[in-house]
T-cell receptor, first 115, second 108 residues
């Protein structure tokens, strides 16, 4: 299960606080992604980065921010502007298969609870 | 952007029977369609994928079919076993837009 790690596994925060979720990979993948998983909602893309120092918004970027200063790391900050932050967050990295297609490798996830 | 619809949301089959999960997509430019399996408490993992220049792909008990004209693709699992119980996700749009998932339950 190695290669892409997320920490911590469980995270609890008070409403109004920003919180940063860690994601690290040693697969030498160029692209990294953050997804949010809610029951019955599947996986929704928050942000993704195809190269260092560059990233793009996904479908639900509001209330989140990211940075990509190193190839191995793609931290996600859940800000106080995110109205419903309690969720399971999955980080992924991918190798390019050819053309514009990617096989994604997922981390174990962080379950964030905000009260 | 791409929209992926996945059905059914829950599927219960008897052990040994076949299971079929279907997905439709909206963007005709999509050309890569992976399927991921997520067991309870674990991360999603790729189990099979198909590209737009292929109509069908098989890997032992699992297969995926693609109909580009109708913009739908399906996952087929034959001779289902208890370890097939999981949530399955399809994806399109270069593998970045996911369906909402199907909870497959294998009844003993």
């Amino acid at each position: 299960d190695g290669g892409i790690t997320q920490s911590p596994k469980y995270l609890f925060r008070k409403e109004g606080q920003n919180v940063t979720l860690s994601c690290e990979q040693n697969l030498n993948h160029d692209a990294m992604y953050w997804y949010r998983q809610d029951p019955g909602q599947g996986l929704r893309l928050i942000y993704y980065s195809q190269i260092v120092n560059d990233f793009q918004k996904g479908d639900i970027a509001e209330g989140y921010s990211v940075s990509r200063e190193k190839k191995e790391s793609f931290p996600l900050t859940v800000t106080s502007a995110q109205k419903n932050p309690t969720a399971f967050y999955l980080c992924a990295s991918s190798r390019r298969l050819g053309g514009d297609t990617y096989e994604q490798y997922f981390g174990p996830g962080t379950r964030l609870t905000v009260t | 952007g791409e929209n992926v619809e996945q059905h059914p949301s829950t599927l219960s089959v008897q052990e040994g029977d076949s299971a079929v999960i279907k997905c439709t997509y909206s963007d005709s430019a999509s050309n890569y369609f992976p399927w991921y399996k997520q067991e309870l408490g674990k991360r999603p993992q790729l189990i099979i994928d198909i590209r737009s220049n292929v109509g069908e792909k098989k890997d032992q008990r699992i297969a995926v079919t693609l109909n580009k004209t109708a913009k739908h693709f399906s996952l087929h699992i034959t001779e289902t076993q208890p370890e097939d119980s999981a949530v399955y996700f399809c994806a399109a749009a270069d593998g970045l837009t996911f369906g909402k998932g199907t909870h497959l339950i294998i009844q003993p």
